[in-house]
């Protein structure tokens, strides 16, 4: 039987997301791995594109791939990791995370496998005009903008909670006093001094000593 | 014109069968990249003789007439030079940085609009996409920095990993006020909607001056352009991430940064000032084509992105910070909610 072209691409993503996210855990530099999850990232942004859900598609590019992993990346990249040290609870742990991992499994299983959710159901195909951002966006602030405001204020206070814990003010801290750099007028730091000329040639070295002093 | 397309098509189809759309995009392709290259050389000889004359000097004038073979010279010089890889670098991203750099500054011009119904595609979403492929930018700079295993190049990707995303926000609260003004995300009815009897008083602009000014600003942040060039910092950090790169792999570095050039202005040119619409809808300049008319918008930018570099001294680093998120960020919010509330006035003209 011949694939459609819609089915080769899926199988494409499908197998580029599994291989990438199979790296993710197995690399040994944690800076490769940080690299494979944004592959990940985008073979599955691929996957909800083929599935018309182009605002979703896009928004994981932007926000995963373009500002949280180049975080992530940004404070990877400055650590000085050990990789023996990384390995040193590995043994004792692998129970506990198979146990995760056949967990999830089992309930993704029991979620898209069941023939009351998923199966034998076909995704309606929508003309080329429609805009899942626009429908997407008319949902969230109609029917449900109090669950969506409650979410936005949740990460606010998440937000300004990781600051609060993070942040320590050092009592030798430094800081540039930005309003008072920017009202600084020429006239506080220049003085322009009117003089008449002076012909050196005619007066010879003693008025040149003069100028200097 | 449409008629010609229509031939076009019925023969395509007739000579490639199903294959044709395949051919069709790549045709398409190929008659963005083409002259984007160009451009991009072309952007290269007129940086340095606009930079040359503000500087009361020549610039460059002695490969073929008035210079105009120097980018040509300079391309063929890179092509023959040796790319070194430094020991201890990481191989495989070192080759591939120049690539993740190159690669998003392409891939936006997919959805820009060069005229009524000009475009690669007509995505629905085509701003969210341009802001996703420019956020991918910084990766070709953060890996190059990596992979290099030097510090003044590590140095450089830092510094631009935090300048990027600082001012992505900046960008993306701009483009929401676009958004907003024309109720749609698809770039060929952002222009669509400057249209009007009024010609250039009708386009995004003039509702949205200050967001004009803080995406333009954010697009010379973005691109790493003077004065906001810290990943490169000659004077403090060499040369930044590309210190270790030589030929044709610091060319792609090169071409990234001048192809981002060309797309901030393009969406610069689309969002604010009107695209492919004419300054005055009087018969002289109606008879110009569209394309003209985006091109000439996109000169005037590119020409501020020059006049930038030649006037402006190097940002210190906290103050460029300081810049993105006390001043950008605050001024787009507020201006998000000013356009709101004006918009639902009747004085709103737009």
């Not at chain 1, 018309?52 to 992530?72: C, D, H, K, N, R």
């Not at chain 1, 129970?95 to 999830?104: E, S, T, Y």
């Not at chain 2, 990481?90 to 190159?102: D, E, G, Q, S, W």
């Not at chain 2, 590590?154 to 701009?174: C, D, H, K």
């Amino acid at each position: 039987m011949l694939m459609s072209f819609e089915t080769i691409v899926f199988y494409l993503f499908a197998a580029l997301s599994v291989f990438a996210a199979l790296r993710v855990i197995t690399a040994r530099n944690p800076v490769h791995a940080a690299l494979f999850l944004v592959l990940a990232f985008c073979s599955m942004a691929g996957i909800w594109m083929l599935l018309e859900a182009e605002f979703l598609a896009i928004t994981l590019v932007l926000v995963y791939v373009g500002a949280v992993m180049v975080l992530f990346l940004f404070v990877v990249m400055m650590l000085d990791i050990s990789l023996v040290q990384l390995r040193a609870g590995f043994w004792r742990l692998v129970l506990f995370g198979a146990a995760l991992a056949g967990l999830m499994a089992f309930e993704m299983i029991w979620v898209l496998g069941s023939s009351r959710t998923s199966t034998g159901r076909v995704a309606i195909k929508h003309a080329a005009d429609y805009s899942n951002t626009k429908e997407l966006g008319r949902l969230m602030y109609t029917d449900y903008v109090y669950p969506f405001e409650i979410a936005a204020v949740i990460l606010l206070v998440a937000m300004v909670a990781a600051i609060a814990l993070t942040f320590r003010r050092r009592k030798d801290a430094k800081s540039q006093g930005v309003p008072e750099q920017v009202a600084v007028r020429k006239a506080d730091r220049l003085r322009l001094v009117k003089m008449p000329p002076e012909n050196r040639a005619r007066q010879g070295l003693d008025s040149t000593e003069e100028v200097a002093r | 014109m449409m008629e010609l397309l229509q031939t076009l098509h019925q023969a395509g189809l007739g000579l490639f069968g199903p294959l044709w759309l395949t051919v069709w995009t790549l045709v398409k392709i190929v008659a963005i990249v083409a002259p984007l290259m160009v451009g991009v050389a072309y952007l290269t000889l007129a940086e340095r003789k606009v930079i040359g004359y503000m500087q009361v000097r020549i610039g460059p004038n002695r490969v073929g007439p008035y210079g105009l073979l120097q980018p040509i010279a300079d391309g063929l010089k890179l092509v023959f030079k040796e790319i070194i890889i430094p020991t201890g670098s990481n191989k495989f991203l070192f080759v591939i940085a120049p690539i993740m750099a190159l690669m998003p500054a392409l891939a936006a011009w997919a959805v820009i609009p060069f005229d009524v119904g000009m475009s690669a595609a007509n995505v629905n979403a085509g701003l969210l996409y341009v802001l996703a492929m420019t956020s991918l930018g910084v990766y070709g700079v953060i890996i190059a920095g990596w992979a290099s295993n030097s510090k003044y190049a590590f140095l450089g990707a830092l510094r631009s990993a935090a300048q990027i995303v600082s001012y992505e926000i900046a960008m993306g609260f701009a483009l929401v006020c676009v958004l907003m003004v024309s109720q749609s995300m698809n770039l060929g009815d952002i222009v669509r909607g400057q249209q009007g009897g009024a010609g250039l008083f009708g386009w995004y602009f003039i509702p949205l001056f200050p967001m004009f000014l803080v995406y333009l600003i954010a697009g010379v942040a973005e691109t790493n352009r003077a004065p906001f060039d810290v990943a490169e910092g000659e004077s403090e950090i060499v040369a930044g991430f590309h210190v270790e790169y030589s030929g044709m792999a610091f060319a792609l570095f090169f071409l990234a940064e001048y192809a981002n050039m060309i797309l901030i202005a393009a969406l610069t040119s689309t969002m604010f000032l009107g695209g492919w619409l004419p300054p005055f809808n009087m018969a002289p300049f109606t008879w110009v084509p569209g394309l003209f008319w985006l091109l000439a918008k996109m000169s005037f930018v590119l020409f501020l992105f020059l006049w930038f570099r030649a006037t402006f001294p190097r940002y210190r680093y906290d103050q460029l910070m300081r810049l993105g998120w006390k001043v950008f960020i605050p001024l787009t919010l507020v201006w998000v909610v000013v356009v709101g509330a004006w918009m639902q006035t009747r004085y709103w003209l737009w």
